[in-house]
């Protein structure tokens, strides 16, 4: 039985506990609250621009080694698909105006754009912009103690990291390359052979 992209997103995002980009993803994938899940579509239009820069980000996220990285998977249109018909306005708008910010910032730090820079410029923006993710992160008020009527935005480059994440090891690329791949996984075995360097088992 060969497996969808549909179905690696939702299996992978339930394997991680559903806290990659948050349960309305899950919603959204299996068609429950499917209006609300795209009532902001129309606000967060993406160009392609836009996608190309993603794929930079995606790439500097998970670079080139001996397998391919997220720039090959198309992970740019797989982000700005999954912000658009996946997320509430709120975060759209965060996510869409960081993107811009990244943009800026990496021009007026290192000159040219983010596009045209070198791999070791584009990972220390993107290691402090981790950081800066980490702190927002660990202060962000929780819904779930202090009622939905606090509830904040997540900082865009979180939700820039975890999309790639998600897009690129549901990808045929991620799935049988990044990792390995069973279509019919057999018992499961805890004492497995492992070498060092093995890929993980996807299923």
Known sequence: MNMTRREAVIRLATLMGATVVGPRLLAASFGHDHAAANSGAGATEFSASDIALLDEIGDTI?????IPGAKATGIGAFIAMMVRECYVPQNQATFKDGLKKIADT???RFGGTF???????RTTLLNELDREQRLYTAKKKDPIMHGPEVEEPFHYFRLMKELTLLGYFSSEIGCTQALRFSEV???????APYQKGDHAWFS
């Open 115 to 121: 596009l045209q820079g070198s791999a070791a410029d």
């Open 106 to 108: 990496f021009t007026a």
């Open 185 to 191: 996984p057999g018992k499961f075995d805890g004492a």
């Open 62 to 66: 998970i670079p080139e080694t001996d």
